[in-house]
């Protein structure tokens, strides 16, 4: 089991100084990884749905993000930042809207990242749900961006792995190129699939190194029950694609606290012992990896949050 810790990479905590601090704290105490989250530029007018609105309000509109404008740090600058204020821990992004950037510049990218920081890189990736970003980078594709998505992970694969990478797509075309550096990791830097809906689950299946949904009490239908009915359908679907389904990685996303008393119908809440026993449920439903939010306060509230669970809550699953 692992745990890694999701950065403050927007809003009033998002300062060089927090972010790094934050970062070293997290390597200082063990955890695995840090990760950065993915958007471009925030619309003053937003009616898409949001996947993960409260009940009640589906659009992201005054309740996701705040009207003021914040900092919204661009994840794969901020982890390189990152590659150098740190030593082991490992740099994932939860995650990279994959249709958001020409695929040949992000695979680049990710390549370096992964060059300069000794092969630490997790690609989270998703396809993205807001219409009026996707306008606003000139990306066409909001309707199909789910075949943009998959056609864009081949390609990523292609340009890491092979020496004279040809690929032609129905969206992108390479040949007659060199693409160096190449990755670290071999054959290259786990993709892991976010979203919890069933065609995230097929990608996962076929092209995915992991599977990453988000567990937000009240929106997603993620309870250990429902976790585990989604993991042996991921693992029916690798076995179908040819794919060894032990091989991905099932992880999850969660909001964890307060770290006191309990609230009602809300797990990974409530004292130590409270939080292993979800842990261990979910543990039971395959996941094997966590992405912990541990609070918005302030730096010293979310470190105090850090240690709790480092220090009090993993010895009680680990032991």
Same mark, same amino acid.
């Given at each position: 089991?692992?745990?890694? =810790? @999701?950065?403050?990479?927007? +809003?009033?905590?998002?300062?060089? %100084?927090?972010i790094a601090g934050l970062a070293v704290t997290a390597e200082r105490l063990g955890? /695995?990884?840090? *990760?950065?989250?993915?958007?471009?530029? #925030?619309?003053?007018?937003?009616?898409?749905? =949001?996947?993960?609105?409260?009940?009640?309000?589906?659009?992201?509109?005054?309740?996701?993000?705040?009207?003021?404008?914040?900092? =919204?740090?661009?994840?794969?600058?901020?982890?390189? =930042?990152?590659?150098?204020?740190?030593?082991?821990? $490992?740099?994932?992004?939860?995650?990279?809207?994959?249709?958001?950037?020409?695929?040949?510049?992000?695979?680049?990218? #990710?390549?370096?990242?992964?060059?300069?920081?000794?092969?630490?890189?997790?690609?989270?990736?998703?396809?993205? *749900?807001?219409?009026?970003?996707?306008?606003?980078?000139?990306?066409? &594709?909001?309707?199909?961006?789910?075949?943009?998505?998959?056609?864009?992970?081949?390609?990523?694969? %292609?340009?890491?792995?092979?020496?004279? !990478?040809?690929?032609?797509?129905?969206?992108?075309?390479?040949? +007659?190129?060199?693409?160096?550096?190449?990755?670290?990791? $071999?054959? &290259? !830097?786990?993709?892991?699939?976010?979203? &919890?809906?069933?065609?995230?689950?097929?990608?996962?299946?076929?092209?995915?190194?992991? *599977?990453? !949904?988000?567990?937000?009490?009240?929106?997603? !239908?993620? +309870?250990?029950?429902?976790?585990?009915? $989604?993991? /042996? *359908?991921?693992?029916?679907?690798?076995?179908?694609?040819?794919?060894?389904?032990a091989a991905i990685k099932v992880c999850m996303a969660v909001r964890a606290g307060?770290? @006191?008393?309990?609230?009602?119908?809300?797990?990974?809440?409530?004292p130590a012992e409270a939080i292993a026993e979800d842990i261990h449920r979910y543990?039971?439903?395959?996941?094997?990896?966590?992405?912990?939010?541990?609070?918005?306060?302030?730096?010293?509230? #979310?470190?105090?949050?850090?240690?709790?669970?480092?220090? +009090?809550?993993?010895?009680?699953?680990? @032991?």
């Open positions: 089991m692992l745990f890694g =810790y @999701s950065l403050p990479t927007r +809003g009033p905590l998002a300062t060089p %100084e927090n955890f /695995d990884s840090v *990760w950065a989250s993915d958007h471009i530029v #925030i619309p003053t007018d937003i009616t898409s749905d =949001y996947p993960y609105a409260q009940p009640g309000n589906a659009t992201a509109g005054g309740t996701a993000f705040p009207a003021d404008d914040y900092p =919204y740090c661009e994840p794969l600058t901020t982890l390189t =930042y990152l590659a150098g204020k740190t030593e082991r821990i $490992k740099l994932g992004t939860n995650v990279l809207i994959v249709p958001y950037r020409n695929p040949v510049y992000a695979a680049k990218t #990710i390549a370096t990242l992964d060059y300069l920081s000794g092969g630490r890189v997790i690609l989270g990736v998703g396809t993205g *749900w807001m219409e009026e970003e996707f306008n606003v980078l000139g990306q066409p &594709h909001f309707a199909e961006r789910g075949a943009l998505t998959n056609e864009y992970l081949r390609l990523f694969v %292609e340009l890491w792995t092979n020496d004279n !990478p040809s690929f032609a797509g129905e969206y992108y075309q390479v040949d +007659g190129i060199k693409f160096s550096p190449k990755p670290v990791q $071999k054959p &290259h !830097p786990p993709i892991w699939v976010g979203g &919890h809906s069933n065609p995230a689950i097929r990608r996962a299946a076929a092209l995915g190194d992991g *599977w990453l !949904p988000m567990g937000i009490p009240g929106v997603t !239908p993620l +309870g250990p029950d429902e976790m585990r009915v $989604k993991v /042996d *359908w991921l693992r029916e679907l690798a076995v179908k694609e040819g794919r060894d389904p307060p770290m @006191s008393e309990r609230v009602p119908d809300r797990l990974f809440s409530g543990q039971s439903a395959g996941v094997e990896y966590f992405v912990l939010n541990l609070g918005s306060g302030d730096v010293s509230e #979310i470190t105090e949050n850090m240690e709790r669970f480092m220090l +009090g809550i993993v010895p009680l699953v680990t @032991s």
